[in-house]
């Protein structure tokens, strides 16, 4: 066989099932799959004893590049997400100016064009007063759109009246809205609440973004999503009881699917206590019994994708907020360790292999228009591969991380299963820590029309 490319012996990892086999690469995809190996690779890699999965799509990452280059760049950001066997990305309208229109857009993919590692995509943003705007965005490139239920980050809400209207358009030419889902009214009142009282304390921020504000929030979304039809994906769930609610109305045939990441499963309001700005993020961590139910969920096929929401800023900016949490920002980064978190979780009973790669690759390219491109290891799919080593046990340090940022709120934690390659198109862009530094490499992915 002529292929540029041979990953030999490895345990094939897909949705429903794990076998060993031979993956052949030419051209950057996949040409065969063979449980017999045959020769003529130009590079043979010897997978044997470890896993091969297909590489996370994130659905949910926020580089904040054009605009915001002390927090992260895309060469820094994309050399992250290589090191956490990250191969597609898919970057929100967060960066400056914000992406309204199509033209925004495309200036934007060329402006990362020679900067990323891996390859990406955008969202495009949901304003008051983009509507006119989303089908050309769409006809540009985008492979969704991204809105708030609260006022954050200086986008503002998106009241019901606006929702309907978007999510029908979006309905109309079949893409998905992701909807950060928090009640902007909910949270307003208790903001002025906890200003009156002068509250500067790190739990204040648990009283302020409350349970209560996500739930109203996304009930609302269920309501729309069944109202219009169109696809909708809650970002960032924190709540069993909403998982609950979304996999309800999914049973009654609603098009909406529930986003978690690793931080609800593994860090909680104890966290918050002890390393307040440097765990705060929105919606905020919850209880441990809160925490402790959200980890019950991840087997049972609940939790239908899992995304970084990787959202850096410098020590110093978090810092700004140990006196005063006001002061620092809401974010923390995610792309480089959430592959090594869900394995940990894998190792730990709470979910299969097979389950992480349907919640962490399949379901986040299918819902993004990008399955069988990516998140799939079968024959025509990109050859986006990480060799993972499920008995590599690994303590998450600051000083490792390579993101612009330099820490991680996973700091100290003790992990069992890490990607040890990560392979983009059939280009090894990340082998036992060592990051390709090939900035251009990466791509702008393409939608697969059905």
């Given amino acids: 066989m002529n292929a540029d490319l041979l990953v030999s012996n490895a345990q094939i990892v897909t949705p ?23 020769a003529g690779a130009a590079r043979e890699i010897d997978a044997a004893g470890r896993f091969v999965l297909p590489g996370m799509v ?12 002390d927090r992260e760049d895309w060469t820094q950001g994309t050399m992250a997400a290589a090191r956490g066997g990250v191969t597609t990305v898919i970057d929100h309208h967060r960066s400056e100016p914000l992406v309204y229109t199509r033209k925004i857009l495309e200036e934007k993919t060329e402006y990362i064009r020679s900067r990323a590692v891996v390859d990406y995509g955008q969202l495009g943003g949901l304003d008051l007063d983009n509507l006119e705007h989303l089908r050309s965005m769409w006809e540009g490139g ?14 503002p809400a998106l009241p019901e009246g606006v929702l309907l209207d978007i999510m029908r358009e979006a309905k109309s030419f079949g893409a998905t809205v992701m909807l950060h889902c928090e009640s902007d009214s909910i949270l307003k ?25 996500e739930y ?31 996999h309800a109305a999914r049973e009654r045939g609603v098009s909406i699917f529930a986003e978690s990441c690793p931080h609800y499963f593994y860090l909680d309001t104890d966290d918050l206590k002890e390393k307040g700005p440097f765990v705060k993020f929105t919606p905020v961590l919850r209880a441990p019994e809160v925490k402790a139910g959200m980890r019950t969920y991840l087997g049972r096929d609940m939790v239908n994708t899992i995304g970084t929401d990787h959202c850096p800023f410098p020590r110093a900016m978090k810092e700004a907020g140990i006196d005063n949490i006001h002061d620092a920002p809401f974010g923390i ?29 399949e379901q986040p390219a299918r819902l993004f228009h990008l399955f069988p491109r990516k998140g799939a290891i079968q024959v025509g799919s990109d050859a986006d591969l990480i060799v993972v080593d499920m008995d590599r046990e690994e303590t998450l340090r600051d000083q490792d991380i390579v993101s612009k940022c330099k820490w991680t709120p996973f700091d100290g934690m003790k992990v069992r299963g890490a990607p040890v390659m990560t392979i983009l198109r ?5 082998e036992e820590g060592e990051v390709c530094e090939d900035a251009g490499l990466g791509e702008p992915v393409r939608r697969v029309e059905d």
Avoid at 192 to 212: H, Q
């Fill in 16 to 38: 429903s099932s794990t076998f060993q086999g031979h993956i052949y690469v030419t051209g950057g995809r996949i040409s065969a799959i063979t449980s017999e190996k045959e």
């Fill in 333 to 361: 980064p995610g792309v480089e360790t959430t592959v090594r978190v869900m394995l940990n979780a894998v190792s730990e009973g709470l979910l299969s292999l097979n389950q992480l790669v349907k919640i962490c690759c």
């Fill in 58 to 69: 994130d659905e949910h990452v926020h580089m904040m590049d054009p605009g915001f280059t």
């Fill in 426 to 430: 059939g280009n090894v862009v990340m």
């Fill in 189 to 213: 009142k208790a903001e002025a609440r906890i200003d009156a009282e002068g509250r500067t304390d790190y739990m204040c921020i648990s009283e302020w973004r409350n349970p209560e504000s």
């Fill in 216 to 246: 109203v929030a996304t009930i609302d979304a269920i309501s729309l999503a069944e109202l219009t039809d169109c696809t909708v994906l809650v970002a960032h769930v924190s709540q069993p009881r909403l998982l609950d609610a979304i």
């Fill in 142 to 155: 985008a492979l969704g759109f991204k809105g708030f239920i609260c006022e954050l980050h200086g986008v």
